[in-house]
Structures are given as structure tokens and as C-alpha cells.
């Protein structure tokens, strides 16, 4: 569980279940919104037999994000493995509106990064978004991700081209930005306290 100096909630991520997909599709109000946050894996309107295929997917660690204190679930997030040692941050969503600009993406974009890199053992964590996204983004570098210039996607949307960008953490950055040294431990994939 982590928690952000500059929010008093504190997050932990449980296992999306099937009993989990009405909130999740009643997050989900318009085709932009799941555009914005799944791309184009899912069509609108969401379904719960799209969310068994999704969950089928035996790469793909898919969470609800938990308000501890009031043992609620605010949000949604997925950590996608994919070769070489690098997993993707996807569908990552404060679900209740209310709950948005709170810095709430902030403290769930580094849980999932504390649990990618502790955990999974990766080396690198991408996602992508969109450049019009400028919260999203500003989110994103907070947690100390950089563009990669080299890696853009497109999708049209409603007769209009939607660019996705891509970012990208090391572990050895995350591991700098948290004092996290390695070095010292038997244990290659220990993970200090994020």
C-alpha cells in the first residue's frame, strides 16, 4: 500500500473478479472515456462478456483499486506482461468522478509501479497515452516516467486521429527515485519500502 504526502488515501490493489464488472461498466458512461483508457481492445458499450475475455488473458493482472479506510473500491487498473522483461500500465481509471483530481492517479500509478517492479520483477514499465491527455501525462511524469519519441500509436476516433504517446520507467529509475539499493540484498528482486 502506498500512500502520496499530498493525499490523506491510501490505496491497495485486489484481484478484478467477475463480480467486479458492473462497477466497472458503470464507470464506463461514454465511448471516448473507454477509448481514453483501453484504446481500442474493448467497443462500447462495455460488456461483461468483453471483461471474461479480458480476464481470461493469462498476461494481464487486473485490479480493482481499494479505498483502505473506507474499504471501497474507487478505481481500476491493469498490468499487462508483456517480453523481455516489460509490462504495460493499461485501463487505468479513478472510476467515481468525484474522486478524480485528488491526486488519487498519482498514489495508483506508483502502487502499480511498486507492485510491477517488487513484485513481477520487471525492468520496465511503459504505458501510453494520449497527447491531449495533459493531466495524464503531467500524472505520469510525476512518477517519474519519460516519453519515448520512438513510439506513437494512432486511432481514429469519430473521423478524428487520436495519437497515443508512449512512456516508459526503468526499474533502476524507480529504484533512484525511492533510495532503493539492490546492491545490498541477496535477493535480487527485494524491494526496499517505496
Known amino acids: ?27 464506463i458512461d461514454s465511448r471516448e472515456l473507454l477509448i481514453t483508457i483501453a484504446g481500442t481492445v474493448f467497443s462500447y458499450p462495455l460488456t461483461d462478456l468483453q471483461l471474461q ?11 480493482n483499486v481499494v479505498d483502505v479506510e473506507q474499504s471501497k473500491t474507487i478505481g481500476h487498473a491493469e498490468i499487462y506482461l508483456m517480453d523481455d522483461g516489460i509490462c504495460k500500465l ?22 502499480l509501479l511498486y507492485y510491477s517492479f517488487s513484485r513481477l520483477g520487471v525492468r520496465m ?20 516516467f519519460t516519453l ?22 526503468t526499474r533502476d529509475e524507480w529504484d533512484k527515485r525511492h533510495n532503493i539499493d539492490r546492491s545490498r540484498h541477496l535477493n535480487p528482486n527485494f524491494s526496499g519500502s517505496a
Open 125 to 144: 514499465v511503459e504505458l501510453n497515452v494520449y497527447d491531449w491527455n495533459v493531466s495524464g501525462m503531467k500524472c505520469y511524469e510525476k512518477a517519474g
Open 90 to 111: 493499461d485501463k487505468v481509471l479513478i472510476g467515481d468522478r468525484s474522486n478524480r483530481g485528488k491526486g488519487l492517479g498519482l498514489v495508483l500509478i506508483n502502487e
Open 53 to 63: 475475455k479480458y480476464l481470461d488473458d493469462k498476461k494481464s493482472y487486473a485490479f
Open 1 to 27: 500500500m502506498i500512500q502520496d504526502k499530498n493525499t490523506t488515501t491510501i490505496i491497495k490493489l485486489e484481484p478484478f473478479t467477475p463480480a467486479d464488472f458492473g462497477t466497472l461498466i458503470s464507470w
Open 148 to 169: 519515448n519519441p520512438n513510439k506513437k500509436m494512432f486511432t481514429k476516433t469519430d473521423g478524428i486521429e487520436w495519437v497515443a504517446l508512449n512512456m516508459t520507467i
